[in-house]
């Protein structure tokens, strides 16, 4: 059983350009999360996904976010237009959605935009 | 939206004392789970613990769902244990967790 896993682990950018992340879930979970971790903060819930329908998002997922989970299984998180504000830790997340609702998390993308 | 609170913010103890970090939260939950966030920034899964109490070595973990607080206990402590421990919560009728500022831990040789 392989956990959570994140690509690209580390992403420089340059203001302006766009980036994608993506996140493979633990295989029989339905249910994954994006987060946000700033220096020193804890993780920030940004949206989830139940299969491939988009549940919930926050009011941090401005509208140069978008997130996918087209066939229910890996999802992508774009930032379109990058600022130096969206500097951080993206975390994704999965679990079930019957039973224990115990939430695991990948090693995460850490990005820094110049 | 729910506060989770966390302390200490920090603590230094030596190698192999024992400490309590606690989490108060301010509305009910259905899930509650404490994690251990390595140097790498790896979220390392410690407990899922809505109520009651459960041990895992020389950790352990107690929540009192009605008094809306949990405690975390480490006994004889290694300088592995060093890091930053969250605690998050699950607010009833959502499914996000919301996460306390963390109690950052340092055990000294």
């Known amino acids: 059983d392989t956990g959570v896993s994140q690509d690209p682990r580390h992403k420089i950018t340059k203001r302006g350009q766009n980036v994608t992340f993506r996140c493979d879930p633990i295989s029989e979970h339905n249910r994954l999360y994006w987060y946000r971790q700033t220096l020193g903060q804890g993780p920030e819930f940004l949206t989830y996904f139940q299969n491939e329908a988009q549940l919930e998002k926050s009011r941090l997922l401005s509208d140069r976010f978008s997130a996918e989970r087209p066939k229910g299984s890996f999802s992508t998180l774009e930032i379109q237009r990058t600022e130096q504000g969206d500097s951080a830790m993206y975390l994704c997340a999965s679990s079930l959605a019957q039973g224990s609702y115990e939430q695991y998390f990948g090693p995460g993308t850490r990005l820094t935009v110049t | 939206g729910i506060q989770v609170e966390q302390s200490p913010p920090d603590l230094i103890l030596q190698e192999g004392a024992n400490s309590t970090l606690r989490c108060n939260f301010s509305d009910s939950v259905n899930n509650l789970q404490w994690f251990h966030q390595n140097p790498w920034g790896q979220l390392i899964n410690l407990f899922y613990?809505?109520?009651g109490t459960k041990q895992n070595g020389r950790l352990s973990a107690t929540t009192v769902a009605t008094e809306r607080y949990s405690l975390l206990y480490i006994s004889s402590s290694q300088t592995t244990d060093s890091g930053v421990y969250f605690c998050?919560?699950?607010?009833?009728?959502?499914?996000?967790?919301?996460f306390g500022s963390g109690t950052r831990l340092q055990v000294q040789p």
């Open positions: 613990i809505p109520s």
């Open positions: 998050a919560v699950e607010p009833t009728g959502r499914r996000a967790l919301t």
